[in-house]
């Protein structure tokens, strides 16, 4: 593990493996730097010099007293300056979101894959009072049903990949240990509006990943998104939705490294 200080002096955590040049993985909003990329590490490891971060308050990274959607930005961007050279980054879900906004923090991204993170208008994908009803949830004590609450009236994952998700206990059991971190993340999302002009000198190439079984506003979002950057494209993963590093690693991998290594 190494470590690099953001810059309100947050202690922020990353771990470096493999060999080639350098890719940034940023998990979401339930994971930490273990979960979501398990599967599909191996394989970047063969290609790239892998640094997975840990994102602010869980694993080995700290926290701050007040939290804002900008400092999970200044972290990433943090990473990748300490690195030294031209880094691709790939974000999941709120990881992504935040790594877009660091790409307006440094000028060494090389390239950047975003899987359904970025929305147009956060809100739009938030049913009134639900962040007020998974923390009713976690303040009973039902952590659990806050996980499957999100997943299923917020992500709209399908039963198969929840169930996929809880089958993996060890990941469960740190998924549910980032409980308590969810509803400001969710709120930092649900104020999120993308606007188009303060990426329109952003000459980083993109990827936008998107589940070809994905509702609706994952596509509307990616192709908004991409609309409004010099440089960028949606493929999408077919038969997937949220979570095709767990149901498609292979897949998932594949497009990756289509993008990367053009």
């Known amino acids: 593990m190494d470590t690099v200080t953001s810059r309100d002096g947050t202690r922020i955590a990353f771990w470096r493996s493999g060999g080639g040049p350098p890719l940034l993985l940023v998990h979401g909003a339930t994971a930490d730097h273990t979960t979501t990329w398990r599967f599909v590490l191996p394989a970047f490891q063969q290609h790239f010099t892998v640094y997975a971060m840990d994102r602010r308050w869980r694993g080995g990274s700290g926290d701050a007293p007040t939290y804002a959607l900008q400092r999970e930005a200044e972290d990433v961007a943090a990473v990748v300056d300490r690195v030294g050279e031209p880094v691709s980054v790939l974000g999941h879900s709120y990881g992504g979101l935040a790594a877009i906004e660091a790409a307006l923090l440094t000028p060494n991204l090389h390239r950047l894959v975003l899987y359904e993170s970025v929305p147009l208008r956060g809100a739009d994908g938030y049913q009134p009072g639900i962040i007020e009803q998974l923390e009713a949830l976690r303040d009973a004590g039902d952590v659990e049903g806050v996980l499957v609450a999100m997943y299923r009236d917020l992500v709209a994952m399908p ?104």
Do not use: C, K
């Open 159 to 262: 039963a198969e990949e929840i169930a996929l998700l809880r089958a993996q206990r060890a990941a469960w059991d740190t998924r549910l240990r980032n409980v308590p971190s969810l509803p400001r993340e969710l709120r930092g999302e649900a104020g999120y509006v993308f606007v188009p002009e303060r990426f329109a000198a952003m000459r980083t190439p993109t990827l936008l990943l998107v589940g070809g079984e994905s509702p609706q506003r994952e596509w509307d979002n990616a192709r908004g998104v991409a609309a409004a950057l010099p440089d960028a494209r949606v493929v999408a993963l077919p038969g997937q939705q949220h979570a095709a590093m767990y149901t498609a690693p292979e897949l998932f991998v594949r497009e990756v490294l289509r993008f990367l290594e053009a």
